[in-house]
C-alpha cells in the first residue's frame, strides 16, 4: 500500500435497476486520492459523482469493486462498521447545507460535538465557538440559520464537519446553491482549512470555478473516469505518482 494515498476505489460499478432498465451510474472507476490533496469530480448531471461520492463517504455500497481507506477496505465492512465510519471519519458538506432551523448557529455545531461523546455545555459552547471562528463567523454565533446568508449557512455547516477531525471531507456541489462571489468565498475557505489543516477534500462540482482551488481535477462522463487533469499552479500534496 502507497502510504501516501488516503482513498483508493477499484472497479467500482453500482447498477441501479428502474423497471427493466439497468442504470450503470458507476461503470468501473478507478481512482486514487493522495492524503492533504483537494481534488474535484467534475463532471456533467447524471454522471455519476453523487452515487461515487456516496460510495466513498459510506452511504451507499457498490455492486461490485472496492473502496479503500487509510489501508481499510471499506467495502467490506459490516453494516455497524460502516456506520461507525461515516460518523467518525468523514465530514459531510451539502449543496443545501443541511444544517437545523431550530437551532443557533453555534448549537448545530455544539450537536455535533455532542454526538462524538462530549458532555460538558461549557466546553461544547467554547469549541463551537471556536470553529466558527475558524470559518469567519465570529460575533454571528447566536443568530439562526434564518438569520445568515447562503453563504454563512454553508460556513455553519464546514465548521460542523470539521468537529470530527475527518480523515476525509467530502462535498456534493457545495456551491451549487450559491451566487458566483459566495461560492468562490466558500471554495477559498476550503481551500485554507485544506492546507492549513491538511485535511483531504474530495469535492463534486458542475462548477468549473472552483477547480482554480484544486490539486487535480478528475472528469467523470457516463460513469467512468475521463480524464484526470493535474492543476499546474498548485503544488500541495503534488508529490507522490500515480
Ligand atoms: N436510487 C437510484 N435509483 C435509480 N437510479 C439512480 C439512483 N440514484 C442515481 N441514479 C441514476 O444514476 C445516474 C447517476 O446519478 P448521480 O446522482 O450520481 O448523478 P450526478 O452526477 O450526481 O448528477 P447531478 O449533477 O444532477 O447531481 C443517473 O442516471 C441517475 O438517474
Ligand atoms: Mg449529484
Redesign the pocket.
Known amino acids: 500500500m502507497n502510504e501516501d494515498i488516503i482513498v483508493t476505489t477499484r472497479n467500482l460499478k453500482r447498477t ?1 435497476k ?1 423497471g427493466e432498465t439497468e ?1 450503470f ?1 458507476l461503470d468501473g472507476v478507478n481512482l486514487s486520492v493522495r492524503k492533504g490533496e483537494f481534488v474535484v469530480i467534475l ?1 456533467p ?7 461515487l461520492l456516496n460510495m466513498i463517504g459510506g452511504i451507499d455500497r457498490p455492486s461490485a469493486g472496492e473502496v479503500l481507506v487509510d489501508g481499510n477496505k471499506i467495502t467490506d465492512y459490516s453494516l455497524d462498521e460502516l456506520n461507525s465510519y461515516r460518523r467518525n471519519d468523514v465530514g459531510w458538506i451539502f449543496q443545501f447545507f443541511n444544517i437545523v432551523a431550530s437551532l443557533r448557529a453555534w448549537e448545530n455545531v455544539g450537536l455535533a460535538l455532542e454526538f462524538q461523546g462530549i458532555k460538558s455545555k461549557t466546553e461544547i459552547k467554547e469549541r463551537s465557538f471556536e470553529l466558527l471562528k475558524q470559518v469567519g463567523l465570529k460575533g454571528k454565533e447566536d443568530r439562526f440559520p434564518s438569520q445568515l446568508s447562503g453563504g454563512e449557512q454553508q460556513r455553519v455547516a464546514i465548521a460542523r464537519a470539521l468537529v470530527k477531525k475527518p480523515k476525509i471531507v467530502v462535498a456534493d456541489e457545495p456551491t451549487g446553491n450559491l451566487d458566483f462571489v459566495t461560492g468562490q468565498s466558500i471554495a477559498e475557505l476550503m481551500r485554507n482549512l485544506n492546507q492549513q489543516e491538511k485535511i483531504t477534500f474530495i469535492v463534486v462540482s ?1 462548477d468549473l470555478n472552483i477547480t482554480q482551488y484544486s490539486d487535480r481535477v478528475f472528469h467523470l462522463r457516463m460513469g467512468k473516469i475521463e480524464q484526470i487533469e493535474e492543476q499546474p499552479q498548485n503544488s500541495s500534496a503534488n508529490m507522490v505518482g500515480e
Open positions: 441501479f428502474f442504470i451510474a463532471g448531471s447524471g454522471a455519476g459523482k453523487t452515487t458542475h
